[in-house]
């Protein structure tokens, strides 16, 4: 198995940076990507960003894009979100995911076998 705690989350004003962290344990050296996924009120979970092993390849959700930074630290088994020019309609639960094996759609939630508790995000205007 693999676990996944997210930790970071809060409260900030739009336009404030904030940085979220996935530690990533137990069964790691089959996992490839991770994702980050958020989820507002009354709306589907959706994908945010996802960074493959080698931490040499990403991918960003068009809402995110240019403000959103994934990185992952493989020594530390860390994944990180930068989230820089927060908005208030990134207010969301933030989980992180995983999953044995390569995955051929990393942006697709149910590509994903493990998954964090999540972590709050508020932002106020």
């Known amino acids: 198995q693999v676990q996944l705690v997210e930790s970071g989350g809060g409260l900030v004003q739009a336009g404030d940076s904030l940085r979220l962290s996935c530690a990533v344990s137990?069964?790691?050296?089959?996992?490839?990507?991770v994702a980050w996924f958020r989820q507002a009120p009354g709306k589907e979970r959706e994908f945010v960003a996802a960074?493959?092993?080698?931490?040499?390849?990403?991918y960003y959700a068009d809402s995110v894009k240019g403000r959103f930074t994934i990185s992952r630290d493989n020594a530390e088994t860390t994944t990180y979100l930068q989230m820089n020019i927060v908005k208030p309609e990134d207010t969301a639960v933030y989980y992180c995911?995983?999953?044995?094996?390569?995955?051929?759609?990393?942006?697709?939630?149910?590509?994903?076998?493990?998954w964090g508790q999540g972590t709050q995000v508020t932002v106020s205007s």
């Open positions: 960074i493959s092993r080698s931490g040499r390849t990403t």
């Open positions: 995911a995983t999953s044995w094996g390569t995955l051929s759609r990393p942006t697709v939630r149910m590509s994903y076998n493990f």
């Open positions: 137990g069964r790691t050296s089959s996992t490839d990507v």
